[in-house]
């Protein structure tokens, strides 16, 4: 499956987690030695720059860095001593749609290569591009504890890097019985829109909260509580992907990892046939 990435305002095309592009063991090891430049939306009032500087401060402790701007990032991404945290527009071939996303992207800077070819050693889908980003900013500090708690494992364990390794972390969803269930809203699709459809299909603790509530569980790192991140056109067009991920407030850790297409029958949200997987 080909992702197409747009970096910043260019035009330009990356296969991320393609097999053209797949990051290899050394080059996630030497990730460990750049310094990671935050690259900053163009937006300076934009929810994501606030958040993120107030994220890195508080969990990042894999490498050094700072923070830039994308002409910065356009002089420095040729240089191997850097890495890029940087959020980045997708699209995917294979769905022939115009669909468009926003991803949280960690990039390793190599010599003399395009911006298609820098090697992308983990990306996170944020939200659907033209859904503003106070949809997930409230959440930017479990995607960063996520990604260096990825970039770890795949040092660790080299034999998980691949095109789906993210499915790697979907056996965790047996241990999901000990675990509270935080849902907002706008994760659901109609057919599981209330506590009581949610119980007739899932068996475990469930809660519908506010974002405000999976804020401060992330913050307190609650590890009795794990919360929903949908990604999905949030009624901005019709047929597009809808991402489903389950993410412990505490460690980061994901407990299932999926996504489908908008339709008729399949809404935009988590869907009844994704709390069965759930629960079994």
């Known amino acids: 499956m080909k992702k197409i990435l747009t970096i910043a305002c260019c035009l330009i095309a990356v296969s991320a987690f393609g097999k053209e592009h797949l990051p290899t063991k050394e080059e996630y090891k030497a990730f460990l030695n750049t310094k990671t430049l935050v690259v900053m939306d163009a937006n300076p ?20 860095y700072e923070f830039i701007s994308n002409d910065e990032f356009e002089d420095k991404r040729n240089d191997p001593a850097y890495s890029f945290l940087i959020s980045t527009v997708a699209t995917f071939d294979a769905d022939k749609t115009k669909a468009r996303y926003n991803f949280l992207s960690l990039l390793l800077g190599e010599t003399d290569s395009e911006v298609r070819d ?44 691949k095109p789906n390794a ?18 907002t809203k706008e994760d659901l699709a109609p057919e599981v829109n209330t506590l009581s459809k949610i119980k007739g299909i899932y068996p475990y603790a469930v809660k519908i909260v506010t974002r405000s509530e999976v804020e401060e569980a992330i913050q307190r790192r609650d590890d009795s509580v794990v919360f929903m991140h949908k990604v999905g056109p949030e009624g901005t067009k019709y047929k597009a992907r809808c991402y489903k991920i389950l993410i412990g407030a505490d460690s980061s850790t994901f407990y299932y990892f999926d996504y489908h297409m908008v339709n008729k029958k399949n809404r935009d949200g988590l869907l009844e046939k994704d709390l069965k997987k759930m629960a079994s």
């Open 166 to 183: 993210f499915k790697y972390y979907n056996d965790n969803v047996k241990s999901l019985a000990g675990k509270t269930l935080y849902l």
């Open 118 to 161: 820098l090697p992308d050693l983990c990306s996170l889908p944020l939200s659907y591009l033209r859904v503003e980003d106070v949809s997930y900013a409230y959440k930017l500090e479990a995607f960063i504890r996520f990604i260096q708690d990825h970039v770890n494992l795949m040092n660790k364990k080299p034999e998980l890097i």
């Open 45 to 64: 009032m934009s929810d994501f720059n606030f958040k993120i500087k107030e994220v890195m401060d508080a969990v990042w402790t894999l490498t050094d």
